[in-house]
């Protein structure tokens, strides 16, 4: 899930709070701050790098004395756009966009305004909000599946459609010749897919609940009813094979996809930094890249709990000054050239994580745990394998409520 914000800088955390109430993750969010930011974003990461977005949201500040948003002229240029985006697949008019709006601006809707228009809640209840927000996104993947109803495409048949007999013999002459007729027929589909249908590789569409359920029924017994750990069975055979097979787990919709034990070679010297796995974004300009270290879950997180100073244990300590490495090497200029090569992108956003231990300690030692955590080693998020579940759990939800 990808939904594009343009507003005042000043509402980015409140726009993060309001989705993470729904079980939205940060990394799903982009944010820019100007009409010109979002038009440049449509130019080059819609139109010519044809990345994916599900959803626009934008303020109004035509009452201010800059209308530096300008959200009018963003939806009429959205609308106006019938290139293709997300890999060709989908014309941009298509994006679903809200005007979330600090005034009462609503006025009678037409197909070439916003899909809706709702006015910002001070309450603190953003049910509305999010209900519309999903509803618009739910509807557009009914457009979809109406499209390919329209092409006569099952959308199970896409992976090889170009080399079937349907196509063949059918779809090139009676569909593909006529593809600007379909074109004014169909909503979403961009003219390029209706000329050659291909797979459509969308988590929404790849997936369903009882694969998702799946993995997370995996991820569970792997963490709670695994072999002894011993020389042969251990974090890597054990933990790390888990997740190179179970990519789910660790992407969901959040990235698009991830590096295993990556070296990456400090500058001018022989040493190198290798985290077990590093989870990619379509977006480094804008989302985290974030380098996630696996430890396993019997990890002690404090010692001397109920004395007056608890302290985290050695073995959390190592843990920590570890992910806290690749935190330095990330963010030291001099590696970025190691970085860009080795990642294949170069980016300044990057998001640290660390899974290890159990939920019920943490908990225990919450208040400690917070500020110890954010004094010694800020910048970097800590998982039990618990939390690690919830999350997952959360995205199959979502998964759910969005599903056509």
């Not at 005042?8 to 944010?31: A, D, H, M, V, W």
């Not at 369903?208 to 890597?236: A, F, G, M």
């Not at 989870?279 to 002690?300: A, G, N």
Request: hydrophobic share 35%; charged share 30%.
């Amino acid at each position: 899930m990808k939904i594009l914000i343009n507003d005042l800088p000043q509402f980015r955390e409140t726009y993060i709070q309001i989705f993470k109430s729904r079980n939205y993750e940060e990394n799903e969010l982009i944010f820019l701050n100007s009409f010109q930011d979002s038009k440049e974003f449509i130019a080059n990461y819609l139109d010519t790098k044809k990345l994916h977005i599900d959803a626009i949201i934008t303020n109004d500040t035509s009452y201010t004395y800059y209308d530096s948003l300008k959200a009018t002229e963003l939806c009429a240029l959205k609308n106006i756009t019938t290139d293709s985006y997300s890999h060709g697949n989908f014309r941009i008019c298509s994006i679903p966009i809200i005007l979330y709006s600090d005034n009462d601006t609503k006025f009678n809707l037409t197909p070439n305004n916003f899909n809706a228009i709702i006015q910002k809640n001070t309450s603190g209840y953003h049910d509305y909000f999010l209900d519309q927000c999903e509803g618009i996104i739910k509807n557009w993947r009914k457009y979809l599946h109406e499209d390919l109803d329209i092409l006569k495409i099952k959308i199970v048949d896409l992976p090889s459609f170009y080399n079937s007999d349907d196509f063949n013999k059918y779809y090139k002459k009676n569909v593909s010749s006529k593809a600007e007729q379909y074109f004014a027929k169909t909503k979403v589909v961009s003219l390029d897919f209706i000329r050659l249908p291909n797979k459509l590789s969308y988590d929404w569409i790849i997936l369903n609940d009882s694969i998702i359920e799946n993995s997370l029924l995996k991820y569970i017994k792997t963490y709670k009813d695994h072999v002894k750990y011993d020389r042969r069975n251990n974090e890597r055979t054990i933990l790390h094979d888990f997740f190179r097979k179970n990519k789910l787990i660790l992407l969901r919709d959040v990235y698009n996809d991830m590096q295993y034990e990556n070296n990456l070679y400090e500058f001018n010297a022989k040493n190198s930094e290798e985290c077990d796995f590093i989870l990619k974004t379509e977006y480094p300009e804008f989302l985290k890249t974030t380098f996630f270290e696996v430890k396993k879950e019997d990890v002690k997180l404090f010692v001397k709990k109920n004395t007056k100073r608890p302290r985290f244990s050695a073995e959390f300590l190592d843990h920590l000054d570890q992910i806290y490495g690749y935190k330095e090497f990330a963010e030291n200029p001099v590696n970025e050239i190691e970085l860009s090569d080795k990642i294949g992108y170069s980016t300044d956003k990057f998001g640290y994580v660390l899974l290890a231990g159990r939920l019920e300690e943490k908990e225990e030692m919450k208040e400690q745990f917070d500020k110890k955590l954010s004094r010694m080693y800020s910048g970097i998020t800590v998982f039990t394998y618990e939390e690690l579940e919830e999350v997952n759990s959360d995205y199959l939800d979502k998964f759910n409520r969005l599903k056509v």
